[in-house]
Protein backbone atom coordinates (compact mmCIF):
# COMPACT_ATOMS: atom_id res chain seq x y z
CA UNK A 1 0.00 0.00 0.00
CA UNK A 2 1.04 3.76 -1.06
CA UNK A 3 1.55 6.12 1.96
CA UNK A 4 2.36 9.63 1.77
CA UNK A 5 5.61 10.04 3.05
CA UNK A 6 7.39 12.89 5.40
CA UNK A 7 10.96 13.33 5.97
CA UNK A 8 11.87 14.30 9.73
CA UNK A 9 15.55 14.86 11.70
CA UNK A 10 15.68 13.91 14.71
CA UNK A 11 16.29 16.75 17.46
CA UNK A 12 18.60 16.92 21.16
CA UNK A 13 17.64 20.24 22.08
CA UNK A 14 14.11 21.85 23.70
CA UNK A 15 12.80 24.64 24.54
CA UNK A 16 11.05 27.70 23.36
CA UNK A 17 14.28 29.14 21.66
CA UNK A 18 14.89 25.97 19.96
CA UNK A 19 11.10 26.36 18.55
CA UNK A 20 11.38 29.91 16.76
CA UNK A 21 14.41 29.43 15.55
CA UNK A 22 13.64 26.06 13.99
CA UNK A 23 10.26 27.96 12.85
CA UNK A 24 12.46 31.13 11.62
CA UNK A 25 14.14 28.07 9.19
CA UNK A 26 11.06 27.19 7.85
CA UNK A 27 10.95 23.92 9.86
CA UNK A 28 8.38 22.62 12.89
CA UNK A 29 9.39 21.18 15.95
CA UNK A 30 7.80 17.62 16.23
CA UNK A 31 7.40 15.04 18.45
CA UNK A 32 6.88 11.34 17.57
CA UNK A 33 5.69 8.62 19.75
CA UNK A 34 6.27 4.77 19.51
CA UNK A 35 3.34 2.52 20.29
CA UNK A 36 5.07 2.10 23.99
CA UNK A 37 4.38 6.27 24.61
CA UNK A 38 8.29 7.00 24.95
CA UNK A 39 8.71 10.39 22.81
CA UNK A 40 11.36 11.69 20.14
CA UNK A 41 11.92 15.23 19.84
CA UNK A 42 11.87 15.64 15.68
CA UNK A 43 11.58 18.69 13.26
CA UNK A 44 10.39 18.18 9.46
CA UNK A 45 9.96 21.03 6.92
CA UNK A 46 7.10 23.45 7.32
CA UNK A 47 5.83 23.15 3.41
CA UNK A 48 6.49 19.33 2.91
CA UNK A 49 4.37 18.99 6.53
CA UNK A 50 1.84 21.71 5.35
CA UNK A 51 1.66 19.69 1.49
CA UNK A 52 1.11 16.64 3.54
CA UNK A 53 -1.83 18.28 6.05
CA UNK A 54 -3.70 19.52 3.54
CA UNK A 55 -4.55 16.07 2.17
CA UNK A 56 -5.04 13.79 5.13
CA UNK A 57 -7.74 12.96 7.37
CA UNK A 58 -7.43 11.67 11.03
CA UNK A 59 -6.83 8.75 9.79
CA UNK A 60 -4.53 9.03 7.10
CA UNK A 61 -1.52 6.80 7.49
CA UNK A 62 1.85 8.35 7.13
CA UNK A 63 5.46 6.76 6.35
CA UNK A 64 7.36 8.82 8.42
CA UNK A 65 10.94 8.76 7.58
CA UNK A 66 13.82 9.64 10.51
CA UNK A 67 17.24 9.44 9.81
CA UNK A 68 16.42 6.58 7.04
CA UNK A 69 13.67 4.70 9.09
CA UNK A 70 10.57 4.38 7.69
CA UNK A 71 7.61 4.11 10.97
CA UNK A 72 3.98 4.11 9.53
CA UNK A 73 2.42 7.04 11.70
CA UNK A 74 -0.89 9.17 12.27
CA UNK A 75 -0.65 12.95 12.83
CA UNK A 76 -1.88 12.87 16.35
CA UNK A 77 -2.23 16.69 16.93
CA UNK A 78 -1.28 19.93 15.73
CA UNK A 79 -0.87 23.26 17.25
CA UNK A 80 -2.00 25.73 14.81
CA UNK A 81 -1.80 29.37 14.89
CA UNK A 82 -4.79 31.04 12.89
CA UNK A 83 -3.09 34.56 12.62
CA UNK A 84 -0.24 33.16 10.69
CA UNK A 85 -2.13 30.47 9.22
CA UNK A 86 0.58 28.08 9.63
CA UNK A 87 1.22 25.17 11.74
CA UNK A 88 3.76 25.53 15.21
CA UNK A 89 3.87 22.12 16.36
CA UNK A 90 3.10 19.01 15.20
CA UNK A 91 2.36 15.16 17.60
CA UNK A 92 3.15 12.27 15.39
CA UNK A 93 1.88 8.30 16.42
CA UNK A 94 3.34 5.39 15.27
CA UNK A 95 2.13 2.47 14.73
CA UNK A 96 2.50 -0.92 15.02
CA UNK A 97 1.23 -2.76 11.45
CA UNK A 98 0.31 -5.64 13.10
CA UNK A 99 -1.58 -4.86 15.95
CA UNK A 100 -5.40 -3.56 15.94
CA UNK A 101 -6.06 -0.36 16.67
CA UNK A 102 -8.87 0.74 18.72
CA UNK A 103 -10.05 4.18 18.19
CA UNK A 104 -13.09 6.85 18.11
CA UNK A 105 -13.90 8.22 14.25
CA UNK A 106 -16.55 11.10 13.82
CA UNK A 107 -19.33 9.94 11.56
CA UNK A 108 -20.79 12.33 8.78
CA UNK A 109 -24.07 12.39 7.29
CA UNK A 110 -24.10 13.01 3.61
CA UNK A 111 -27.64 12.90 2.00
CA UNK A 112 -31.20 14.20 1.74
CA UNK A 113 -33.64 12.48 3.65
CA UNK A 114 -37.21 11.67 1.90
CA UNK A 115 -38.67 11.99 4.90
CA UNK A 116 -37.80 15.52 5.77
CA UNK A 117 -38.73 16.18 2.26
CA UNK A 118 -42.60 14.53 3.23
CA UNK A 119 -42.58 17.02 6.14
CA UNK A 120 -40.30 15.52 8.90
CA UNK A 121 -37.96 16.45 11.29
CA UNK A 122 -34.14 15.04 10.76
CA UNK A 123 -32.45 14.57 13.89
CA UNK A 124 -28.72 12.75 14.56
CA UNK A 125 -27.62 10.71 17.54
CA UNK A 126 -24.38 9.51 18.01
CA UNK A 127 -21.59 11.59 16.68
CA UNK A 128 -18.41 9.13 17.14
CA UNK A 129 -17.91 5.07 16.99
CA UNK A 130 -15.49 3.27 18.71
CA UNK A 131 -14.03 1.22 16.19
CA UNK A 132 -11.30 -1.86 15.77
CA UNK A 133 -8.94 -2.58 13.07
CA UNK A 134 -5.31 -2.90 11.29
CA UNK A 135 -3.70 0.44 10.47
CA UNK A 136 -3.89 -1.49 6.44
CA UNK A 137 -8.13 -1.46 7.04
CA UNK A 138 -8.53 1.80 8.70
CA UNK A 139 -11.40 4.16 7.23
CA UNK A 140 -10.56 7.61 5.84
CA UNK A 141 -14.18 8.39 6.81
CA UNK A 142 -17.54 6.96 8.46
CA UNK A 143 -20.27 8.57 6.45
CA UNK A 144 -23.85 7.25 7.03
CA UNK A 145 -25.98 7.76 3.66
CA UNK A 146 -29.12 8.69 4.75
CA UNK A 147 -31.20 9.95 1.77
CA UNK A 148 -33.11 6.92 2.19
CA UNK A 149 -34.89 7.63 5.40
CA UNK A 150 -38.57 8.09 5.73
CA UNK A 151 -40.50 9.33 8.22
CA UNK A 152 -40.36 7.37 11.50
CA UNK A 153 -37.30 5.45 9.82
CA UNK A 154 -33.78 5.33 12.10
CA UNK A 155 -30.06 4.48 10.84
CA UNK A 156 -28.44 2.93 13.49
CA UNK A 157 -24.58 2.42 14.07
CA UNK A 158 -24.92 -1.49 12.79
CA UNK A 159 -25.80 0.07 9.86
CA UNK A 160 -22.85 1.67 8.83
CA UNK A 161 -20.88 0.62 5.86
CA UNK A 162 -17.72 -0.64 6.81
CA UNK A 163 -15.10 -2.74 4.90
CA UNK A 164 -14.43 -6.29 6.07
CA UNK A 165 -11.54 -6.39 8.68
CA UNK A 166 -13.25 -3.16 10.56
CA UNK A 167 -14.81 -3.93 13.92
CA UNK A 168 -17.42 -1.96 15.56
CA UNK A 169 -17.02 -1.68 19.41
CA UNK A 170 -19.40 0.91 19.69
CA UNK A 171 -23.57 -0.68 20.43
CA UNK A 172 -25.22 -1.44 17.35
CA UNK A 173 -28.47 -0.01 18.43
CA UNK A 174 -27.24 3.25 19.11
CA UNK A 175 -29.13 5.96 16.45
CA UNK A 176 -26.55 7.85 14.21
CA UNK A 177 -29.89 9.75 12.56
CA UNK A 178 -33.32 9.87 12.47
CA UNK A 179 -36.52 11.00 10.57
CA UNK A 180 -39.24 11.92 12.96
CA UNK A 181 -42.64 13.20 12.55
CA UNK A 182 -42.92 16.90 12.76
CA UNK A 183 -46.23 16.78 14.66
Given at each position: MDYLVLNANERKDAGKGVA???RAGGRLPAVMY???GKATMLDVDE????KVWK????????????GGKKSLALIKD???DIKSDKNLHVDFQVLDEKKPLRLSMKV?????PV?????GFFE????EVKIQCLPKDLPPRIVADVSGLGIGDSFLVKDLPFEKGVKILSNGDEVVARVKNSK
Amino acid sequence: MDYLVLNANERKDAGKGVAKKLRAGGRLPAVMYNAKGKATMLDVDEAEFTKVWKVTTPTTLINLEVGGKKSLALIKDTLYDIKSDKNLHVDFQVLDEKKPLRLSMKVQTAGSPVGVREGGFFETGVKEVKIQCLPKDLPPRIVADVSGLGIGDSFLVKDLPFEKGVKILSNGDEVVARVKNSK
